[in-house]
């Protein structure tokens, strides 16, 4: 199982971006597939996460109404789209296997990887 992540940057308050998380070695419709970040100084927490079986997710509040988490599953790719970007959205943003009853990570689902990094200037 392997899941790399691209698409960060840096851009400023208000903005958007689209992170796109490449997997092998699975299904999407077997597992869900959901997004994390850490911010410096902080723990790693759940942004959003995505059932490939029926399409339900579990979103952070903290997000909500601003990010959107979607699959292609034809390309084997899970999007993260973050709109209305504020400066507290900057982090490393990782995808994993995630529970989507709780949003939390999928035990030694799969290495984490090195994440992309999101910079929101104000």
């Known amino acids: 199982v392997q899941l790399v992540e691209s698409g960060g940057g840096l851009v400023q308050a208000g903005g958007s971006l689209r992170l796109s998380c490449q997997y092998s070695?699975?299904?999407?419709?077997?597992?869900?597939i959901g997004w994390f970040r850490e911010a410096p100084g902080k723990q790693r927490e759940g942004v959003s996460c995505l059932s490939g079986r029926d399409g339900v997710t579990k979103t952070a509040d903290s997000v909500k109404g601003r990010f959107t988490v979607s699959a292609d599953n034809a390309k084997n790719v899970v999007y993260l789209q973050m709109n209305s970007l504020r400066p507290d959205d900057t982090a490393v943003y990782y995808c994993?296997?995630?529970?989507?009853?709780?949003?939390?990570?999928?035990?030694?689902?799969?290495?984490w990887g090195q994440g992309t990094q999101v910079t929101v200037s104000s």
């Open positions: 994993q296997g995630c529970w989507v009853e709780t949003g939390r990570p999928i035990g030694s689902f799969a290495p």
């Open positions: 070695g699975f299904t999407h419709d077997r597992y869900a």
